[in-house]
């Protein structure tokens, strides 16, 4: 094999994987939104129990439990639907991102199953905090509207 062809096969292949960025942000976006989103629909369907659950089962630390309800409840209806979007992507993975940890530190005992998948979430999270929200986003149609890399989204 012809060693000089290695760095331009390389760069293609970067190239290609580059080229997929916005989608694999949308893609972790729109999944991570998704489990956010039906776990608020789950609480409200049924606010008795979630108010029990809150007062019973999950421990939000500094929070009295009918507060931690609402505001849980709140942030899993508002911050998905933003995150889905893109708009204001960066404070909606960081919004989930508390949303996730205390969701976690609140339960006495997590499965390990249950507890890995908060891991996934919030790896998601963390790279779409760090990256952004990508190139299809709300985030970036308004920066680009409002000139260049200014506003909700650097990236």
Do not use: C
């Not at 606010?47 to 007062?55: G, R």
């Amino acid at each position: 094999m012809n060693l000089t062809l290695v760095p331009t096969l390389w760069r293609r292949f970067v190239a290609v994987l580059e080229a997929l960025q916005p989608v694999a942000q949308l893609a972790a976006r729109l999944y991570v939104a998704h489990a956010f989103f039906l776990s608020g629909l789950t609480k409200i369907r049924d606010w008795d129990t979630t108010l029990a659950l809150f007062s019973d089962e999950y421990h939000v630390p500094l929070l009295p439990p009918g507060l931690a309800a609402v505001m849980g409840t709140g942030g899993e209806l508002v911050l998905p639907v933003l995150l889905a979007l893109g708009l204001a992507g960066r404070f909606a993975a960081l919004g989930l991102s508390v949303m996730n940890v205390v969701a976690v530190l609140s339960l006495a005992e997590i499965a390990p199953a249950a507890l890995q998948q908060h891991q996934f979430w919030g790896s998601l999270l963390i790279g779409l905090a760090l990256w952004g929200p990508g190139l299809l986003s709300l985030d970036r149609l308004i920066s680009a509207r409002w000139g260049g890399r200014q506003g909700l989204a650097a990236h």
